[in-house]
């Protein structure tokens, strides 16, 4: 059975609703290890060996986080720089990460409509963020289609668990698929 690693920064997780409701809906599967890269380091150290030893062990990279100023938290960012280094991440014949899928998640404050030409935001919210898409094809990583939930701390309890589900049921297809590869 293929395995996940979800790369998770929340910078106050201990407040967090949505990305709470996602990670208990898949709390029971036992081939998915959260990493909680705040919790893991509060003093932004990171051990960047220990963080390549796990992205190997794993067939399918999770990275998620709140949407923080149109972008990733901080933590994360500095993750994305010392840990996909070049000769491990990328460069000639050391693409270590090759083959492997990668899953973004992202929870957005503001409403869906917000994120549009004429909404207040201007664009959709996959236009802030073209970086990933590039990071996997530096990388070679099989991107998988962003899951993304809006309006985070104020939607219907009954939308969020929903939408949990549906972030239950995609983790467990793409591993799935994953496995059926191997
Ligand atoms: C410092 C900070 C910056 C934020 N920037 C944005 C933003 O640019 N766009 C947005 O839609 N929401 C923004 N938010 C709202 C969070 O994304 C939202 O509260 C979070 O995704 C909800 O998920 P959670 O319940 O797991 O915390 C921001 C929140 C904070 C604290």
Redesign the pocket.
Known sequence: MASALIVYA?P?HQ??????ALLDRISDLHNVTVHDLYETYPDFFIDVEAEQALLLEHDLIVIQH?????NMPALLREWQDLVLEYGYAYGRQQQKLAGKGMWVVM????PEHTYSETGVNERPLSDYFLHYPRMANVCHLDMKPTFEIYH??HTEDATLGDAAEQYRSRLLSYLKELSNHA
């Not at 709140?66 to 149109?70: A, D, E, K, L, S």
């Open positions: 929340h106050a407040r967090s609703r949505a990305n709470r709140p949407v923080y100023w149109y929870t957005a404050g503001a985070g701390r």
